[in-house]
T-cell receptor, first 109, second 116 residues
Framework: KNEVEQSPQNLTAQEGEFITINCSYS?????LHWLQQHPGGGIVSLFM???GKKKHGRLIATINIQEKHSSLHITASHPRDSAVYIC???????????FGTGTLLAVQP | NAGVTQTPKFQVLKTGQSMTLQCAQD?????MSWYRQDPGMGLRLIHY???????DQGEVPNGYNVSRSTTEDFPLRLLSAAPSQTSVYFC???????????????FGSGTRLTVV
């Protein structure tokens, strides 16, 4: 069993829909990192959070430390949101990241 | 522009050849790391460094060497390339501690390596 699990692995949505991507982890962490990777592109850090909720534009990330679960929400989705979204557990002491396998999101116009 | 610079972006090697993937950052980050990304497996840590002169192995270090002679540079050396090393490689850097609300985690644009 992977230490960081994401669901779903693939997600197709219509433009404007509300999207949720889930991440569960089994390791102790100091923070949870959400990343975005466009096809053939680099990796961009979206959020790093250790408690509660963070919001940036149409993106919202939440974390429940007790349940070891985090969610990434996209409101009013747009085709340009199509990408792979990756969550990673951040160990803190050594700055190591343990990655999930990613969620491939396709938003259709 | 500030960030993490990786070179080359693409490389094809023959089995047995050696090469060095370059990584440089200008953000004065203490922590640097190398990951490889393979389909269905997520990113996996190869080597990392918490500061100049200090390196350590990650999850998949075999076949790779690193050194950290300066804060800015963290090259990854493939000693004798094998087809199993065909992958996309990412370099990343961050502060060693929490600053200004985050660790400043920044990734390079990646190197797509094919070993034939």
């Amino acid at each position: 069993k992977n230490e960081v699990e994401q669901s779903p692995q693939n997600l197709t949505a219509q433009e404007g829909e509300f999207i949720t991507i889930n991440c569960s982890y089994s390791v102790g962490i100091s923070a949870l990192h959400w990343l975005q990777q466009h096809p053939g592109g680099g990796i961009v850090s979206l959020f790093m959070l250790s408690s509660g909720k963070k919001k940036h534009g149409r993106l919202i990330a939440t974390i429940n430390i007790q349940e070891k679960h985090s969610s990434l929400h996209i409101t009013a989705s747009h085709p340009r949101d199509s990408a792979v979204y990756i969550c990673a557990a951040f160990g803190g002491a050594t700055n190591k990241l343990i990655f999930g396998t990613g969620t491939l999101l396709a938003v259709q116009p | 522009n500030a960030g993490v610079t990786q070179t080359p972006k693409f490389q094809v090697l023959k089995t047995g050849q050696s090469m060095t993937l370059q990584c440089a950052q200008d953000m004065n980050h203490e922590y640097m790391s190398w990951y490889r990304q393979d389909p269905g497996m997520g990113l996996r840590l190869i080597h990392y460094s918490v500061g100049a002169g200090i390196t350590d192995q990650g999850e998949v270090p075999n076949g790779y060497n690193v050194s950290r002679s300066t804060t800015e540079d963290f090259p990854l050396r493939l000693l004798s390339a094998a087809p199993s090393q065909t992958s996309v490689y990412f370099c990343a850097s961050s502060y060693s501690g929490y600053r200004g609300g985050n660790y400043g985690y920044t990734f390079g644009s990646g190197t797509r390596l094919t070993v034939v």
